[in-house]
T-cell receptor
Framework: GAVVSQHPSRVICKSGTSVKIECRSL??????MFWYRQFPKQSLMLMAT?????????EQGVEKDKFLINHASLTLSTLTVTSAHPEDSSFYIC?????????????FGEGSRLTVL | DAKTTQPPSMDCAEGRAANLPCNHS???????VYWYRQIHSQGPQYIIH???NNETNEMASLIITEDRKSSTLILPHATLRDTAVYYC???????????FGTGTRLKVLA
């Protein structure tokens, strides 16, 4: 089946630094990818929709200058958490749809756990 | 997209069927019901989806009521590895902006 991979799976950084998380669709091309964040014992919250070749669409309350999204190719979207602070510590998950898939579902990455010290 | 409501938690004995309900009383005619599950610290995994008819695959069965206001996910023989949070999502055809509710935390007991 279709695979979406994220890297890194875990990252620890100091407060004030920026962290980049990559999301790749390994065996299909994805014009649209989605980024979620998840705090402990809570549900996934949609942050933004990443569109290949154009600007991302952010959900209400998500700072676009804080969470930079780049979707430069049909298989790669990146999320950069700029000037990270401890409250940005979270589990970040991306997803993508396989346009050629039969069931129409979204495929999710393994997630990236960010810890900001 | 319609709002879904699910019980926060359920227990199920290993080997027995796990029946997970979901209410989607405001669902519209073109909205599908999707089920995903999330095992601790992993990304969600697709299970099954349906529109009107009951569906079955190698993982589970999906029973949708005739009025489509609710559905039940059935894991026929639950194993310990089925312990996870199960999410029911309603989604209009052609859209992929998933909004996750709180889900049901299923614990399969030995």
């Amino acid at each position: 089946g279709a695979v979406v991979s994220q890297h890194p799976s875990r990252v620890i950084c100091k407060s004030g630094t920026s962290v980049k998380i990559e999301c790749r669709s390994l065996d299909f091309q994805a014009t649209t990818m989605f980024w979620y964040r998840q705090f402990p014992k809570q549900s996934l919250m949609l942050m933004a929709t990443s569109n290949e070749g154009s600007k991302a669409t952010y959900e209400q309350g998500v700072e676009k200058d804080k969470f930079l999204i780049n979707h430069a190719s049909l298989t790669l979207s990146t999320l950069t958490v700029t000037s990270a602070h401890p409250e940005d510590s979270s589990f970040y998950i991306c997803s993508a749809r396989d346009p050629g898939g039969l069931t129409g579902e979204l495929f999710f990455g393994e997630g990236s756990r960010l810890t900001v010290l | 997209d319609a709002k879904t409501t699910q019980p926060p938690s359920m227990d199920c004995a290993e080997g027995r069927a796990a029946n997970l309900p979901c209410n989607h009383s405001t669902i519209s005619g073109n909205e599908y019901v999707y089920w995903y599950r999330q095992i601790h610290s992993q990304g969600p995994q697709y299970i099954i989806h349906g529109l009107k008819n009951n569906e079955t695959n190698e993982m589970a069965s999906l029973i949708i009521t005739e009025d489509r206001k609710s559905s039940t996910l059935i894991l026929p023989h639950a194993t310990l590895r089925d312990t996870a949070v199960y999410y029911c999502i309603s989604l209009a055809s052609g859209t992929y902006k998933y909004i996750f509710g709180t889900g049901t935390r299923l614990k399969v007991l030995a």
